[in-house]
């Protein structure tokens, strides 16, 4: 079983020294956007900052060209791609033990994912491959704690400002006004 919640400490305590850090060495820089970007199956992800003319000039490069590679919502559209922000990779944060990448699953094995919230998520590694840890690790864990961390208002943040994240090998791409 894969328990999410020995992960809480942690990932609050990496997101607190990261936005420190960020501000000491960054402390004019007006913030529109955090993202963290995962590879859950890598054991890792990336926490990326953005700022608003930054991500105005991304969508422009991409809004024209037929791919979406943008987010929108009622205040606009805005860069996604935390890989494509103006600090990308910033920290990486690794999910210790998350997955053994050499591990050789069995047809039909299912692991259990236990979220911080204490409920079970069965993951058929079969028939989901990553997307199963991907969407375990995003809802169980990163997305809520992402939501109720307090140190965001430390930065110089923008007007608005966006907070969310992408999930390699998914479909997964979430971000959400604060």
């Keep these: 079983m894969i328990d999410l919640s020995l992960y809480c400490a942690p990932f609050e305590a990496f997101l607190t020294k990261s936005i420190q850090e960020f501000v000491e060495e960054h402390p004019d820089v007006e913030v529109s956007c955090i993202g963290f970007y995962c590879i859950p199956s890598s054991s890792d992800g990336l926490i990326s900052f953005d700022t608003t003319n930054h991500s105005t000039e991304n969508v422009a490069k991409w809004q024209h060209k037929g791919d979406a590679w943008y987010g929108e919502d009622e205040f ?3 860069c996604n791609s935390p890989a494509d922000f ?5 920290r990486v944060f690794m999910f210790e ?16 994912i236990q979220a911080v919230t204490g409920e079970r998520y069965k993951w058929d590694c079969d028939e989901e491959g990553d997307y199963g ?13 992402m939501k109720n961390f307090q140190g965001f208002g430390q930065l110089k943040r923008a007007p ?7 999930m390699h090998d ?4 979430e971000f959400w006004k604060c």
């Design 160 to 166: 608005i400002f966006r907070l969310g994240g992408r």
């Design 76 to 78: 606009g559209r805005y």
């Design 133 to 145: 840890l991907c969407y375990a690790v995003w809802n169980f864990l990163l997305k809520d704690l």
């Design 170 to 173: 998914s479909d997964i791409v």
């Design 97 to 112: 033990g998350l997955q053994d990448p050499d591990a050789a699953y069995k047809p039909g094995e299912i692991e259990i």
């Design 86 to 90: 103006a600090f990308p990779h910033y």
